[in-house]
């Protein structure tokens, strides 16, 4: 008995989503629970798996369709329907062996009738005694005949796509780089090809040749190209993602009076240990950055200053204190800027923040996350040195009442005790507050805190 399967429950406050890849086709055998969606709705792309098991029958979406929640995606017959219909598929088959020494000398023509049995059944019973040469393979061959014909096709598709193994966000710096990834070798598994490989690239000179007007509008995303008033343009209609970051930065600022305060951190002596010794002490299979410091750092300040740690609630008129710490990061993909959350960062070591935050960062570039990976923070931390910036004005992330933002650091001159100038390596940071509830003092007093635990490493490192 034929089956929707429909667009699930995609989480609260979301009823919507784009279809950005479907892995199965019309004919299929799918088992129970086997992924054979990805949806992108809000800041997440997820797999959407169909409890049924069964042939599907019917595909009603494509890639790039908007659907809703209840929308069928697929019809699956039942799986007890192909196996009682299998037999009836091949009864023509089972009846060429009466007349089979009728036709055995026609030898030439299998191939043909099988092709024509799969494409038109109609016509099976009649050139089934052709295309048998015994009745094994009478039997076998029309059913596999459909996966062969699609295999072929594979090898004609490939020579015009064929292009080295590489994520989305590394196609994406080799288009803004202008690198030719044919002519880039991958060091990653398989031969996949990363982004230091590409940046190893530009260093080499392995760049592609002059992009043309016509090699430019290829690399842009798929849209319609029009005319306006002044030349060509091409419109592209908003991923699910970027609708998103629209919509909650239209409503962060149209309804949270932010304030940010600018200040600079010395991070001299904390640049020299995280060199040193203690990038020994981790183990090398732990990727210490600067970024893990600075969110234990933030952690253990939001505790003294839980103010900073709340969320707000307007139609109660109450104040919302956290007991937990959970740190959303802001990372850049191929998507837009996605936000998961490293939960009890407080309760964490500075290499368990560290490896914690390696793996939400490959998670959200691969899109491997679900909504509730981006759900639960209460502050958010936005690396912006990693692209070059030194300071900006982030914006909240409802619910949340406050984000740091954390420039490029750079060697200063500082003036120090008896008027001494000496250079120090200096962290910029940008820290936005929601002035409804938490005012100037406070949170130059938690950006202070932050500040300190930065410039005395050694506070930082016996903390709990």
Not at 144 to 164: F, G, I, Q, R
Not at 221 to 245: C, F, H, Y
Not at 286 to 311: D, E, G, R, W, Y
Not at 453 to 464: E, F, I, N, Q, T
Request: proline letters at 8%; glycine letters at 6%.
């Amino acid at each position: 008995m034929p089956t929707d399967f429909r667009v699930p429950d995609l989480g609260e406050n979301v009823d919507s989503g784009d279809i950005v890849n479907v892995m199965v086709k019309e004919g299929e055998e799918i088992q129970a629970d086997q992924n054979v969606m990805e949806i992108e709705t809000g800041k997440a792309v997820v797999e959407l798996p169909c409890p049924f098991a069964g042939r599907i029958t019917k595909v009603h979406v494509k890639k790039g369709s908007k659907v809703k929640v209840g929308d069928p995606l697929l019809t699956v017959e039942n799986s007890k329907a192909p196996s009682a219909a299998k037999p009836a598929a091949s009864a023509p088959a089972a009846k060429a062996p009466e007349k089979q020494p009728e036709k055995r000398p026609q030898k030439p023509e299998p191939e043909p009738a099988e092709t024509e049995t799969a494409a038109a059944p109609e016509a099976a019973p009649a050139r089934a005694p052709a295309a048998a040469k015994n009745s094994k393979p009478a039997a076998a061959k029309p059913q596999l005949k459909s996966k062969p014909a699609a295999v072929a096709t594979a090898p004609e598709k490939k020579p015009a796509t064929k292009t080295p193994p590489a994520g989305p966000s590394t196609r994406r710096l080799a288009r803004e780089l202008g690198v030719d990834l044919a002519l880039v070798t991958g060091s990653g598994p398989h031969g996949r090809i990363t982004e230091e490989d590409v940046k190893a690239a530009v260093r080499e000179n392995v760049t592609a040749a002059p992009r043309t007007a016509a090699a430019v509008a290829a690399a842009l995303p798929d849209g319609v190209d029009e005319k306006d008033n002044w030349g060509l343009v091409r419109r592209q209609a908003m991923t699910g993602i970027r609708r998103a970051i629209a919509l909650n930065m239209a409503r962060s600022t149209s309804t949270i009076p932010h304030v940010t305060n600018f200040d600079d951190a010395d991070i001299t002596e904390l640049e020299r240990i995280r060199k040193g010794g203690l990038a020994d002490y981790v183990g090398t299979e732990i990727k210490l950055t600067m970024m893990a410091f600075v969110m234990k750092a933030c952690a253990q300040a939001l505790k003294l200053h839980p103010l900073l740690n709340a969320s707000v609630d307007m139609e109660k008129e109450e104040v919302i204190y956290k007991h937990y710490v959970s740190i959303g990061v802001a990372v850049d993909t191929e998507r837009g800027l996605v936000v998961p959350v490293i939960r009890d960062v407080d309760q964490m070591s500075i290499p368990r923040i560290a490896q914690a935050l390696t793996t939400v960062t490959e998670q959200a570039r691969a899109a491997q996350f679900t909504l509730n990976d981006l759900k639960g923070a209460t502050f958010t931390i936005s690396n912006l040195g990693a692209v070059g910036g030194i300071y900006s004005t982030p914006i909240i992330n409802p619910p949340e009442v406050a984000v740091l933002l954390v420039g490029r650091s750079r060697k200063m001159p500082v003036v120090g005790e008896g008027d001494k100038i000496d250079i120090r390596l200096m962290m910029p940071l940008s820290l936005s507050y929601d002035h409804r509830v938490v005012d100037g003092a406070t949170a130059a007093r938690f950006l202070n805190e932050v500040i300190n635990y930065l410039k005395v490493p050694g506070r930082l490192l016996l903390a709990p």
